[in-house]
């Protein structure tokens, strides 16, 4: 898919975009930018960035910017361990991370199962960054952020993804690794610049703030002008948000014959 995205972001209108986005999809949850640094110096010259008091999950860190509306910077001091920081880069991938015995007994039945879903999950690459922020897409102070994070309802996720696929279509798999859920949207967009949908986890959702109807999409910035604009085809075709109820004891053709031809 990435030979059909825009390459070139520096003159995205950002506040604009989101605007569009909320127009088709009525989104209820800011959508937000995320972007790694070379060096904590370069993410703390992000226009009024925040930098955290306390110990935190990324999950709050990106809470904070979608929930909140907040700029906020972290190294890997600021996050609570490992398997928060090995996901966005900012730790390695070493055995003893690699072994899961943290999460055996709770998580997994045994050490085996623990350590195969350790290695199950997609991670960006570590040693490339020191640094990670957050904000509000629509802010434009990450310009370009590596990836926006859309979070959104099933039926909203689904035009979303209808649009993406509206032009260059290609069928998008994805997996599940269950708990550290972060490692399918965020992890997995950081690793392969490919558009990444996840299930939150009990951790995004206990920590970060996520809603029990949402989904998370993680997907590099240059996907959403192609996306905007085919959203703005299926609208023109009677496909919209919300998604009107058809009524399930109704004659069916009439409504077929609008949608589908």
Not at 49 to 56: L, S
Not at 244 to 249: A, C, E, S
Request: aromatic letters at 8%; hydrophobic letters at 40%; a negative charge.
């Amino acid at each position: 898919m990435n030979d059909v995205i825009a390459t070139d972001l520096s003159n995205t209108d950002w506040a604009a975009l989101v605007a569009d986005l909320n127009r088709y999809l009525r989104l209820r949850t800011t959508p937000i930018g995320m972007k790694m640094f070379e060096t904590a110096e370069a993410m703390a010259a992000v226009p009024r960035i925040r930098r955290p008091k306390d110990i935190h999950t990324t999950d709050q860190i990106v809470g904070q910017a979608s929930r909140n509306g907040w700029t906020v910077g972290i190294t890997a001091d600021d996050l609570v361990g490992d398997q928060c920081r090995a996901v966005i880069g900012l730790s390695p991938r070493d055995e003893k991370w690699l072994s899961g015995d943290r999460m055996a007994g709770v998580w997994y039945e045994s050490l085996e199962d623990a350590a195969k879903h350790q290695r199950a999950m997609d991670l960006a690459p570590f040693g490339k960054h020191a640094a990670m922020a957050v904000s509000p897409l629509a802010s434009g102070r990450l310009n370009p952020p590596d990836i926006a994070l859309i979070y959104a309802t099933p039926a909203q996720m689904i035009l979303f993804i209808n649009g993406l696929q509206w032009t260059g279509y290609k069928k998008l798999e994805w997996g599940c690794v269950g708990e550290s859920a972060c490692a399918d949207s965020w992890g997995r967009a950081l690793a392969t610049g490919e558009p990444s949908l996840s299930l939150p986890c009990f951790a995004e959702r206990r920590y970060g703030g996520v809603m029990e109807d949402e989904l998370l999409m993680a997907i590099p910035p240059g996907f959403l002008p192609r996306i905007i604009a085919g959203l703005d085809h299926l609208s023109r075709n009677g496909l919209r948000y919300p998604i009107p109820q058809y009524g399930i004891n109704n004659d069916v053709r009439a409504g077929m014959g609008v949608s589908y031809g």
